[in-house]
């Protein structure tokens, strides 16, 4: 005979639930912060990196971008909008941006780019997703002169390691953010050439 009923045992049941997604939870938190790069003695998560968890925890989930300002005016400016569960639209967190054409290494070229980037952090950073020593990007930490985008870069690629393929050593991209290999062995032998 057992001393608990239905109702308790479902109630018991869905307590140990809720315990092991806060458990996952942190832990998936505890491996985005492992990502985090240091600058100037704060821990920062790359946009990448948290659109990426993003993608991962909530699948359900969904990030849009609006471009507020005209797309040749001088100054951009981008709105971003998350919404963790789109079953609850009402549940949303939102990040602007502006980025100011010339202003800049990146912004020579891809202003738009650069605020739309900066508003999904925001947004992302506001949801609570990357946060360990500030919500600011780094182009507001740039702009402020606490620190380049350059020392960014080489923090992170120290942080990558070799390429798998040639054990040259991986770097961050400038124009996209992405990995790449510094050999560039993935080109082939025309790169060796």
């Known amino acids: 005979m057992s001393l608990l009923n239905d109702q308790d045992k479902e109630s018991i049941n869905k307590t140990i639930e809720d ?24 821990k920062y998560v790359l946009v990448s990196d948290r659109v990426l968890f993003f993608n991962e925890k909530y699948d359900a989930g969904m990030i849009q971008t609006k471009l507020v300002s005209q797309p040749d005016a001088d100054l951009v400016v981008f709105m971003a909008k998350v919404t963790p569960d789109i079953s609850s639209p009402e549940r949303y ?30 947004a992302l950073a506001l ?21 380049s985008k350059n020392d960014v870069l080489k923090n992170y690629n ?22 790449y290999c510094s050999a560039f062995c993935w080109k082939g032998e025309e790169a060796n050439a």
Request: with cysteine.
């Open 93 to 122: 967190f939102t990040g602007y941006s502006q980025a100011k054409w010339g202003d800049g290494l990146v912004n020579t070229t891809a202003a738009l780019e650069n605020a739309e980037t900066s508003s999904v952090g925001r």
């Open 19 to 42: 315990a092991e997604n806060i458990f996952v939870e942190n832990n998936n938190m505890k491996d985005l912060k492992d990502k985090a790069i240091d600058i100037k003695g704060k």
């Open 158 to 179: 120290d942080k990558l390691g070799n390429c798998p393929k040639c054990d040259a050593p991986m770097v961050i991209s400038k124009n996209t953010g992405n990995p």
């Open 127 to 147: 949801m609570g997703i990357g946060v360990i020593d500030s919500i600011a990007s780094v182009d507001e930490m740039s702009k402020a002169g606490v620190t």
